[in-house]
Structure formats: C-alpha cells, structure tokens
C-alpha cells in the first residue's frame, strides 16, 4: 500500500516555498472582487459589460489563488503565473473602459467614496493586481520554477483574453436625444447636445 503525500494547505506552516506575495496578491484579488460587489450591492449601481468582465476576471483569480493556497500547491509563484493571465485581461479592460470615459465616449457612475470613477478605480485595483503577481511571478523564474517566456506568455494571453472580451462585448446604446435627469447607475454614453 502507497503512503498518500502530504498535503500543506493555508494553514500550514510556511515553507520555503510560499510567498508573501502570493497571499497579497489573494487580499488584492478579494478586495478587488468585494469593492465591485460592493459598487452593485451596497450602491446599487448597475455594472455594464466591461465593468461584468472586470468583476469576473478578478473574481476569478481570487478564486484561482485561493484554492491554490487552500489546497498546497506548491511553490507558491506558480499560482500567480496562473493568475497573470487573468488580471492582465480584466487590466486591459479597465484601461480601454478608462480610455474611453477620458475621451468622452463614456461616463460613469463615481466610485466608493466618490474616489474617481468605478472604472478608474477598478483600474487602479487591477495594475495593484498585476503588479503584485508578475512580482511573484517574476520571484518564481528567479527560484527556478519556470522561465521568462511563461511569465511572458501570461501576459500575452492576458492582453489575448482582454481582447477577445471588448470584441465580444455587446455595443453601447446611442446617445440620448435629451439630457440625462439624473446622474449615472450604470456606464453610458453621455449627452453631446448638437
């Protein structure tokens, strides 16, 4: 009869494999997911479809970084190379959602706080995302675990998944004949008076 392995979950000691940067990247993941259920839930405001495919692809990597942690998988830095792809695509999404709220093409609802906008803040949670796993991602190549072109292939697929998604999305609504009588719930085009 086979001994079954050990398996180290988040509760077990930390060896040296885990990284800090693996669990900060979970809190960045969570707090991301949160203010953006947050935005729908405590503010009522209504999410369009790039602000749906932030929220998902945040989601999803908490949940990927998450159970990773939970169940053992080790080293740590490879659970951010799976998660680079995921917030390299919800980033490009927010910087094309933030680009065409700066041109004039979009408003948007304020965010929590009245800090910037939703998208500008999704934003900044999502490069705050980014940054904290291609950093342990980049700890990963250096200890080892995988090589250059996987941390750059994550990216690339990331800007792959951002792409496909905006191509995908469904287009926004005209512009409204009249003024608006109440400010933004949900991302629209805004009222260009003729």
Do not use: N
Not at 64 to 89: F, K
Not at 166 to 178: H, I, K, T
């Amino acid at each position: 009869m086979r001994a079954r392995p050990e398996t180290k979950g988040l509760l077990s000691p930390p060896d040296r494999d885990s990284s800090w940067l693996t669990a900060a990247a979970l809190a960045v993941s969570l707090a991301t997911a949160a203010g953006s259920l947050w935005l729908s839930i405590g503010m009522d405001l209504k999410a369009c479809p790039l602000c749906f495919y932030q929220r998902t692809f945040a989601i999803s990597a908490a949940a990927v970084l998450g159970m990773g942690l939970v169940a053992g998988v080790r080293p740590a830095p490879s659970l951010s190379l799976l998660s680079l792809p995921l917030a390299g695509g919800g980033l490009g999404i927010a910087l094309l959602h933030v680009s065409l709220e700066a041109g004039g093409k979009m408003e948007c609802p304020a965010g929590i706080f009245g800090l910037g906008t939703a998208p500008q803040q999704a934003l900044a949670a999502l490069a705050i995302l980014f940054a904290v796993l291609l950093a342990d991602g980049l700890r990963g190549r250096k200890l080892g675990t995988f090589g250059a072109p996987a941390v750059i292939g994550g990216i690339v697929v990331g800007g792959a998944l951002a792409f496909a998604c905006v191509r995908s999305a469904p287009p926004m609504p005209p512009p409204p004949a009249a003024p608006y009588d109440r400010p933004p719930e949900i991302c629209r085009p805004p009222y260009q008076p003729a």
